[in-house]
């Protein structure tokens, strides 16, 4: 009879099937709002799961977002606060979670797109997303990025157009890639990461010394470093492999041979606890 009890509470954890699950009422809507003024903005994000676009634009909006939805299970987020000079942007749940996913393959959308040349404080929260962000050519003071279970490239294609105080990235189980870093123009950079890949590319435009710390708990880390710029690696590691080659050892880290005369330095904070830290020379 325990026995029995037992199975019926375990049943009863189970999902529901999909079939028995309510099926969505797909819907898209446009939404912009006119820029009035080019002073400094905060814009939040927030979107649970589907396909995510984001990048700058010349035209004269504060936003443009294209929204593909769900609407048994969500509703369009789209609040500004003009005394705050704050927007809230992207999906508000109704109760039930933004699962955007259907059976027969359809999904979510966000296309969203924000002005380049007004500076930005921007805050995006994703959950199970195929996310592509194009940052490059804005006027961001400080961006953070966090998402669940993901596939994200993360892209500065050209140079930040102001100085960023911080770049902050949480991932969790990821496959998470950003690209030409240097192009962030940024003071520090900080990524933590669960499980999965994190590659951190530094390509880009070079103005000064650039401090990273990264933490990942289970997978791998890649760091990819022009062969002009001098890297300092300090690791700290439980059961993790370092794949170093061409970088020296020092009282405090791992040093390449031109770090002390390379015009830019990427000064490297890495721990990890079971994966692997990979550090590569790459070209620009």
């Excluded at 999909?18 to 809507?29: D, E, G, L």
């Amino acid at each position: 009879m325990r026995s029995l009890r037992m199975l019926a509470a375990l049943v009863s954890l189970v999902p529901l099937p999909v079939f028995a699950q309510s099926a969505p009422a797909w819907r898209t809507v446009d939404i912009s709002r006119q820029l009035r003024d080019t002073q400094p903005q905060r814009v939040r994000v927030q979107y649970g799961a589907g396909r995510v676009d984001v990048r700058g634009t010349s035209d004269p909006f504060l936003y443009t977002m294209h929204l593909r939805y769900d609407e048994n299970r969500s509703v369009p987020l789209h609040r500004y606060d003009a005394d705050q000079r704050t927007a809230a942007l992207g999906l508000e749940s109704r109760g039930s979670g933004l699962r955007t996913a259907s059976t027969n393959g359809e999904s979510g959308e966000l296309r969203l797109t924000l002005p380049r040349t007004v500076p930005l404080d921007l805050d995006l929260e994703f959950g199970g997303t195929q996310s592509v962000l194009d940052l490059g050519d804005m006027s961001l003071q400080s961006v953070r990025l966090e998402c669940g279970a993901t596939d994200a490239i993360l892209l500065f294609s050209r140079l930040n157009r102001i100085r960023m105080r911080d770049l902050e990235v949480n991932v969790g189980a990821a496959d998470f890639s950003a690209r030409q870093l240097a192009n962030a123009n940024a003071d520090q950079i900080r990524v933590r990461g669960g499980v999965g890949s994190v590659d951190l590319d530094f390509s880009g435009t070079w103005s000064r010394d650039l401090t990273v710390t990264t933490r990942l708990v289970l997978g791998k880390l890649t760091l990819r470093v022009p062969p002009d710029v001098g890297v300092r690696v300090e690791v700290q590691r439980v059961a993790a492999g370092f794949d170093h080659a061409g970088l020296e050892k020092r009282d405090d880290g791992w040093y390449s041979p031109n770090y002390d005369s390379a015009p830019f330095k990427l000064k490297v904070r890495a721990e990890t606890l079971f994966g692997q830290i990979d550090v590569q020379r790459s070209t620009r």
